[in-house]
């Protein structure tokens, strides 16, 4: 399963919600990471005023895999369906008699 934009989508409260077994320190480490960041389009020699991003982990960033596969660490699965992945790539493989 290819997930489009998958890194942009990253909800930020409930990436930290999911860091809290993890303690005060680290979440305020990951979010400032997240929070302190701006974004501009370039269109040829042009650029947009930069603006504050809300959501997603930055592409390319060494840390967004890792954070990425937190976001969905309790994603639902079906009985006898496994799901693995790293970052924006996910597989499931199913079991059964037939």
């Known amino acids: 399963i290819d997930l489009k934009q998958a890194f942009d989508r990253v909800w930020y409260p409930m990436l930290l919600r999911k860091l809290t077994p993890a303690g005060s320190r680290l979440i305020n480490i990951i979010d400032n990471y ?3 960041r701006c974004i501009r389009m370039q269109y040829d020699v042009y650029f947009s005023t930069p603006r504050p991003t809300t ?3 930055p592409q ?3 840390l ?3 954070l990425f596969s937190l976001f ?3 994603l639902p699965v079906l009985p006898d369906v496994q799901l693995w ?3 924006d790539d996910i597989a499931l493989t199913a079991f059964g008699i037939n």
């Open 34 to 36: 997240l929070t302190n």
């Open 55 to 57: 959501s997603g982990v």
């Open 60 to 62: 390319g960033g060494i």
């Open 64 to 66: 967004s895999p890792f």
């Open 72 to 74: 969905l660490v309790d």
């Open 85 to 87: 992945g790293y970052a």
